[in-house]
């Protein structure tokens, strides 16, 4: 590794600790009904929302009609999204002429894009018309990406009230998340790359003759609208198939180091959020610490793997260090313009996120990178995680490793002074089968299916982890994917569809189901004989429990395909 | 620690003084001890070698590993086999069906050889056994743990035989058996009889034999009309006198069936915290049947389907059998633990409610100090040596045999008065009555007396020295008593009595302070006494001039805190404080009132035990804890050991993960199997006896035991895996 590397990554590191603060203490001000300098803008607004869909600012909602809001709401979205598909052709700001999309993958884009996935079986500038991407994408890209952010809310109000009914108001947090949050850095970051060159109109697609002579067609549209919630949202639908490969996505070195900033910011925010809501911000930053760590294990893996090169060249003789005159490592699959490093980076981000924007063609990593790529979605997209998501996956893992080790302190479990009793514990359990069964089931069907098996392009270990990447990729609300993978199938579209979902809901609905029981709860007081969980002995229990967790559950399945698939390429055999 | 001493720790002061006062007229044997009073008894820690004397003497042959106890151990791991016994322990009936399954498929290869594909009849006859083995060391540390208190409940039911009860009915007596016997009857026991139900005494005096219930042989006394002394226990033997007993119990429902009930563990139920953590155990259970059912798939698509019997041999190594196995006999052995030290825990869930205590709610009389006073100072005063004060003060005191008295002869003879005279036979005792209010003594031609100040200042016919009034003002202020002394008419000093302080208390109490635990001292003295005793005591908060009936109050505003409280009760009045504090330890001797609303009942009556059982909780939930943590820590080695061999055909490269260089594919899955049900064995001992314990705060119990069992349950099946493998290897068994 060179000093540019290093100085990329402590510039990320950095600039994301600085974030954490100001952002988090912006939204726990947001979210607990305080003002903020927006306030004078945006109250009339929200106001405004509020008469217009009937909702009563000031009632709170017990659990089971907060999650059935979440639900209704999301469903209702889907819905919506699948019609907008099917009748695209009728409708207007339809400038290329698309039709119908099908129904199959009309149903797993709905699916995709109301999960917070945008798992995309579609090529974008081919498919889909202006209007399906701001009225039906962009849109739910805001309100997929608020209603994580209600649901950690939600969970964070269950860990700091004291025998209280109520988690809070979804329809508040929902219109508070997108107004406050997701609508004014939309907004200002949009500008900023205009600045930097990307697109924003509704024009037709222009066609050009290359200085070869040959004729190509440079798709247009409202990039850059979508490009920041894209992100911001951790949702990852590229405007373009190449995503944030793609110029117009993603133009310049600064544009890159914007954009992986604006993955991890409202996650890595959130912790700071939490930490001042449950009235101390070193449980937040404790959190943090344990995302924090995850991450540059991840990322140096990665990074001494990518930037390492592929063993048969260097088998070949072929010089792959890195040097003033070329960046070295694997490049396949990267753009050039970004190099090993900024790849890497982008391609752990956004795993470790559940937001699955890409800018370098994660099946051309190799095998064991690949393999930190996927092991970053099953460990649950805690690694910051999708926005809101991520949090409440942490929380999740914090109250198992509370449970598991805190007994050694001679205490039953405690969480925030929050009793850690059967049913959180029943409910934790929930939220991780539901992760595990969706991965594993559906990756085993499809590997001994017939047309599970076609779909995939390389024989061997490669193809079993595009499967595997596939289902991880859609149950953990990701996105991205090994591009070898036809996944425009109507097994993959329904499958994929159904993991999105479960991936999701089936999480969300048990968080949800714990935070109304600790909400409940007394708040005990804290002591010397309560176990800290501030320290870096708890931030380090926390981590041994997601990658324990996550290694238990699908070492076999990792064995049989990046590993494996390493091991062979380091023998000679590719796939 | 003998009779009396229990019963001084746990008498009040009201009490204290209708004794004192009966004393030198009816004296039994026990009070006419000269060693009575003069030394504080030792505070009851299971630290101090009278008590673990006491211990080994009741537990002397009941070591869980003595030979009778073992063998029937041995006999219920199989008898435990069934089924319906195993449903109540998921993670175990998953283990047993998987060793059925694996025993099916090896006996059915003899019949149809194909179904043998893919390992050998030796590999599948040895899983088999040791998948069974598994089943029967987990079987086996349950009934280790149950069977002390099987053995113990058999000799408590032989004390429940049937008694003929003497029945007092219309001022008649009448014999019946015990068991017709009904609440409300009134029944006359006599010297040599046994009590024939629970009751409460409504007449009479006597001393009585509570060893059956207790293990102690010294006799305690029995009297009406006392919170602490008029409750009687069936199958307890009235020693001297006699006793009017009122029935308090239905036949079936007394203290002696509910503590036969609850040492042999019969109408055990799963505590919250056990229940919780066998969710979180089925819960990992499914997600490895998860795990090792979407492996055959995965394993077809790489070309190698893997046999079941290694797919099962997988699944139990990665199932949590440790923690699933011994977790029933943690929770037995805790409650054993408990029992053993004479405190009848009602619920499991006391016990676990212990270690979460955070505030001691403290009664000052009987739970910090001894609750009689002693003899702190003796003072000259009015001109007198110090020498004529001693002399005074050891001689007012050689006939009198109160605690008081004997702790002030005690005091003068360390502080000089020479101890050389006794009582001689001519000497003319003046015994204490209420209306003279002074005791003494007439010999040689002196006389020796002490008493109330104004008592004997109304004796001499002398005004108050101005000293002595100081002294006494002084002493008053400090929460004593004073005492004056005269010599042959005169006054010579003051004696200060005061409260004392349990020695070793002083030191516990900042041990809980290190653990986190608040100690509050609840008196109804003045606040100057209460600060005096506090500071000495060193208790962390206090509440002077407190009825009674305040401590509910106290209890709830602790609560709405957030705390959690413990506290100790005998008394009807301490009946609702005891209901609602977290943690409740009622007194043996106290009323049924205080018994039915508390959730510990300590058999000695003394309530410095419960710094005890709260230690003992935190001792059961970290026991729990630690072994849970090391058998999820074991997977990663079981997997580094089973993954390479079991999809050795498939890619032989993946022999690089197996980091343990194992023998051969067949013996990687064998050892680590073995291991797995061997480890249960191992841990047996740790789970009978408890993780060691020694209080300090939760973040360095935490470190510590993260280290030994979270690093060690990681590193330790790396070793004892490739130990086994070596000699399966050398062996030549696969």
Known sequence: MNAIALVQIVLFVGLLLALTK?????????????????????????????????????????WPSYAAAVLLFNLAGMILLYALQRLQGFLPLNPQGFGPVAPDLAFNTAASFSTNTNWQAYSGERTMSYLTQMAGLTV???????????????????????????????????????????????????????????????????????????????????????????????????????????????????????????????????????????????????VWAAMAVLFVAGLAVTLLVEQGGNPLLARLGVDQQASPLQPGGNLEGKEVRFGIVASVLFA??????????????????????????????????????GVGSGLYGMLIFAILAVFIAGLMVGRTPEYLGKKIESFEIKMAMLFVLA????????????SVAPYG????????????????????????????????????????????????????????????AIAGSLARKPRLAPGLGTMPTHTPLFVGMLVGTVVIVGALSFFPALALGPIAEQLLLGAGRTF | MSGHDREQAGVTDRNRRQDSQRAPRTMPARDADPMRGLEPPPVRTPETDEMKELLQRRLRGASPWSGPLLKRALRDAVVKLDPRHLVTNPVMLVVEIGALWTTAVTLAQLVVPELGRGFSLGFGIQISLWLWFTVLFANFAEALAEARGKAQAET????????????????????????????????????????????????????????????????????????????????????????KIRITADPGESFLDRMIALVEGARRQKTPNEIALTILLVGLTLVFLLVVATVEPFAIYAGNPVATVVLVALLVCLMPTTIGGLLPAIGIAGMDRVARFNV??????????????????????????????LAAEIIPVNGASLLDALIAARQSSLADQTPEGRSLLALAEQMGAPATEGIRPDAEIIAFTAQARLSGLRQGGHEYLKGAPEAILARTGEGAPADLNEQIERIAREGGTPLALALDGRVVGVVHFKDTVKPGLRQRFQEFRRMGIKTIMITGDNPLTAATIAREAGVDEFVAGAKPEDKIEIIREL????????????????????????????????????????????????????????????????????????????????????????????????????????????????????????????????????????????????????????????????????????????????
């Open chain 1, 22 to 62: 100001p952002l988090g203490a912006y939204m726990a001000r947001v979210f607990q009904g305080e003002r903020t300098w927006l306030s004078p803008l945006l109250s009339p607004l929200e106001r405004a929302v509020y008469r217009a869909c009937v909702i009563d600012p000031a009632a709170e909602q017990r």
């Open chain 1, 140 to 286: 739910q890209n805001f309100v997929s990406a608020a209603t994580g952010i209600a649901v950690a809310v939600a969970l964070i109000r269950g860990l700091s009230r004291r025998s209280a009914e109520a988690i809070g108001n979804f329809w508040v947090d929902l219109v508070r998340a997108t107004l406050y949050v997701l609508l004014p850095f939309s907004v200002v970051v949009a500008l900023v790359l205009v600045w930097q060159g990307v697109p924003q109109n509704l024009k037709p697609y222009i066609h050009v003759q290359t200085l070869e002579g040959g004729a190509q067609t440079i798709a247009q549209g409202p990039v850059a609208s979508q490009e920041v919630i894209k992100l911001l949202g951790t949702n990852g639908g590229g405007f373009f198939n190449a995503n944030s490969a793609h110029p117009y996505e993603n133009p310049t070195p600064l544009t890159n180091l914007i954009e992986m900033l604006l993955i991890f910011a409202i996650p890595a925010g959130l912790t700071h959020t939490f930490g001042r809501m449950v009235g101390d911000t070193r449980q937040g930053w404790a």
């Open chain 1, 348 to 385: 752990v981000v956004t795993t470790a996120a559940s937001c699955g924007a890409v800018n370098t063609m994660h099946d051309s990593l190799l095998p064991l990178s690949g393999g930190v790529t996927m092991f970053n979605m099953q460990l649950g997209e805690v690694i910051f995680g």
């Open chain 1, 435 to 446: 992760g595990a069964a969706s991965i594993l089931v559906f990756t085993a069907w499809a």
């Open chain 1, 453 to 512: 098996v076609s779909s995939i392009l390389n024989p061997g270990p490669h193809g079993f982890s595009e499967i595997f990447y596939a289902y991880s990729s859609g149950t953990g609300n990701n996105g991205s994917a090994f591009a070898g993978l036809s996944a425009n199938t109507l097994f993959y579209n329904v499958t994929v569809g159904l993991a999105m979902l479960i991936g999701r809901f089936l999480t969300m609905v048990p968080v949800l």
């Open chain 2, 156 to 243: 408590l039911r032989a004390t429940r035989k049937e008694t003929p009860a003497r029945r007092l009915r219309d001022g008649r007596e009448e014999l019946v058996p015990s068991s017709q016997l009904r609440k409300g009857d009134i029944v006359l026991v006599r010297e040599g009889e046994i009590i024939p139900g629970d009751g409460e005494v409504v007449e009479g005096i006597a001393y009585v034999n509570e060893a059956v219930i207790t293990g102690e042989s010294a006799p305690v006394l029995k009297e009406p009309g006392t919170d602490i002394r008029s409750g009687v226990t069936a199958g307890t033997q009235v020693v001297s006198d006699w006793l």
């Open chain 2, 344 to 373: 009848l825990a009602l619920s499991g869930r006391a016990i676990e409610a212990a270690g979460d205590v955070d505030v001691l709610l403290l009664d000052k009389t009987g739970t910090i100090t001894y609750g009689n006073r």
């Open chain 2, 559 to 734: 609560q709405r805190q957030g705390h959690l409280v413990a506290m100790t009760g005998d008394g009807t009045n301490d009946a609702p404080a005891l209901a609602q504090a977290d943690v409740a330890l009622a007194m043996n001797s106290g009323t049924a009132a205080a018994k039915e609303a508390a959730n510990l009942v300590d058999l000695d009556s003394n309530p410095t035990k419960l710094i005890e059982v709260i230690a003992l909780g935190k001792q059961l939930l970290i026991t729990r804890g630690a072994i849970t943590t090391f058998s999820i820590a074991n997977d990663v080695a079981k997997y580094f050991a089973i993954i390479p061999a079991m999809f050795a055909t498939a890619y032989p490269e993946l022999g690089t993960l197996d980091v343990m260089r194992l023998a051969t594919p067949e013996s990687a899955i064998l050892s680590a199997v073995i291991f797995n049900a061997l480890i249960i064995v191992a841990l047996v001992p740790l789970a009978l006896r408890g993780v060691g314990y020694r209080p300090a705060p939760a973040a360095e119990l935490l470190r510590r035991n993260l280290l030994v069992y979270g690093v060690g349950g990681i590193v330790a099946p790396f070793i004892g895996i490739k130990l086994i493998d070596l000699i399966i290897a050398a062996l030549g068994l696969a």
